[in-house]
């Protein structure tokens, strides 16, 4: 059992920066695959980034390369979120999520998910 819980989250303008945070709990986290996801109003959940448990390779959705990197501390148990050029359609909630697959970037392989925390970007 995982329970993930995000932080980090506010207003910002464009060209901007955040940081957001998810701590995670559970002895295993270390084991999981982490993912970032967001979701606009009236919009599908949409991938974001995803870290793998082991080596820590990373991905990410097309829209935030090179703007957004996604990072984890095992011995923290927290994966991070750091966003720059921050642009009005990065708006939404953002969640993370931990699976047991090595990757993954589809929401309903996720096996946990945090509650969201809101991001919102004034042009």
């Known amino acids: 059992q995982v329970q993930l819980v995000e932080s980090g989250g506010g207003l910002v303008q464009a060209g901007g920066s955040l940081r957001l945070s998810c701590a995670a709990s559970g002895r295993t986290f270390s084991t999981y695959a982490m993912g970032w996801f967001r979701q606009a109003p009236g919009k599908e959940r949409e991938f974001v980034a995803d870290i793998t448990w082991s080596v820590g390779t990373t991905y990410y959705a097309d829209s935030v390369k090179d703007r957004f990197t996604i990072s984890r501390d095992n011995a923290k148990n927290t994966v991070y979120l750091q966003m720059i050029n921050l642009k009005p359609e990065d708006t939404g909630v953002y969640y993370c999520?931990?699976?047991?697959?090595?990757?993954?970037?589809?929401?309903?392989?996720?096996?946990?998910w945090g509650q969201g925390t809101q991001v919102t970007v004034s042009s």
């Open positions: 999520a931990a699976t047991t697959r090595a990757r993954e970037w589809r929401p309903r392989y996720y096996n946990y």
